[in-house]
């Protein structure tokens, strides 16, 4: 079945420093999309990458989706303790597009020490 | 807007009882899902339904049921609560065209089974 692993799960960073984190399938993807989960909170869509190589940045926030389209990863320039939260990639398989069955990756923890 | 709404917040049950966990879209959404997430970890889907009248099981189906009688609403059905089902659920619902479209989320209802 649909396999996605995240890593790292966790990552504590200092204030101004960069995070990564990465989003592997075991299968070729439609399309991909993060959320973002703050502590206590629900998750919250960031975004959604469809076409392979695609780089999409949203201020500070770097997402790319990898050419075979079995990878991605979400980039965050000068980390700031508002970035703090459980960043999760959701996948569909391809040529299921349609079928809404979102599964979701393990998430990655960041902690930002001020 | 409301969004998505799922009622209760909070539930203590205890093991062998039943009880029904209530989410509403007022977005005229067509998909709506259930998932569950266990502390520090990702979130499972559960079931999923394409519109009223469809439902279809996620990646752990076993121990709940679900019905789609309108659009707005997408109810879950916990029989025979057992610890294991000790956990949060997330209502949330997307509008499917020709791609995956964001998913909205609930705020969660935080299930303790004793």
């Known amino acids: ?114 | 807007n409301a969004g998505v709404t799922q009622t209760p917040k909070f539930r203590i049950l205890k093991i062998g009882q039943s009880m029904t966990l209530q989410c509403t879209q007022d977005m005229n959404h067509n998909y709506m899902y259930w998932y569950r997430q266990d502390p520090g970890m990702g979130l499972k889907l559960i079931y999923y339904s394409v519109g009223a009248g469809i439902t279809d099981k996620g990646e752990v189906p076993n121990g709940y049921n679900v019905s789609r009688s309108t659009t707005e609403d997408f109810p879950l059905r916990l029989e025979l609560a057992a610890p294991s089902q000790t956990s949060v659920y997330f209502c949330a619902s997307s509008y499917l065209g020709r791609q995956n479209s964001p998913l909205h989320f609930g705020n969660g209802t935080r299930l303790t089974v004793t």
């Open chain 1, 1 to 114: 079945g649909q396999q996605v692993m995240q890593i790292p799960q966790y990552q504590h960073v200092q204030e101004g420093e960069d995070f990564t984190t990465y989003c592997n399938s075991s299968t070729t993807l439609s399309n991909i999309q993060w959320y973002k989960q703050r502590p206590g909170g629900h998750p919250v869509f960031l975004i959604q990458l469809v076409k392979s190589g695609e780089v999409k940045k949203q201020k500070r926030l770097t997402f790319q989706f990898g050419e075979a389209k079995k990878n991605s990863s979400l980039h965050i320039t000068a980390t700031q303790t508002t970035d703090v939260g459980t960043y999760f990639c959701a996948v569909a398989k391809s040529g299921s597009s349609n079928t809404g069955k979102l599964i979701f990756g393990q998430g990655t923890t960041l902690q930002v020490k001020p």
